[in-house]
């Protein structure tokens, strides 16, 4: 049984900084590839990052330059540190083994203007 937990979610201000962490059990992170997905309210969810066992790494054009993904395979988790952030980026975050239906419970990121 594959979980993954999210956290780090929380209010900042606009400018401010985050770092979402997601832990996970019954799968190796670092064998997989795995991403960052968001969903505002009414819209669909997104693909914000993608990080895959070799380390490459892909983002969406609204998050490049300000969003890093990156991975501790000793702590299998994944992290996305996010810079710069507006109130656009708020939104519920969420990890997920790509190419599966395992996902995270979700955690808000709200960014005030």
């Known amino acids: 049984q594959v979980q993954l937990v999210e956290s780090g979610g929380g209010l900042v201000q606009a400018g401010g900084s985050l770092r979402l962490s997601c832990a996970a059990s019954?799968?190796?992170?670092?064998?997989?590839?795995m991403g960052w997905y968001r969903q505002a309210p009414g819209k669909q969810r997104e693909l914000v990052a993608v990080?895959?066992?070799?380390?490459?790494?892909n983002y969406a054009d609204s998050v490049k330059g300000r969003f890093t993904i990156s991975r501790d395979n000793a702590k299998n988790t994944i992290y996305l540190r996010m810079n710069s952030l507006t109130p656009e980026d708020t939104a519920v975050y969420y990890c997920?083994?790509?190419?599966?239906?395992?996902w995270g419970q979700g955690t808000q990121v709200t960014v005030s203007s």
């Open positions: 990080i895959t066992s070799g380390g490459s790494t």
């Open positions: 019954g799968a190796i992170l670092g064998f997989n590839t």
């Open positions: 997920n083994l790509h190419g599966t239906a395992y």
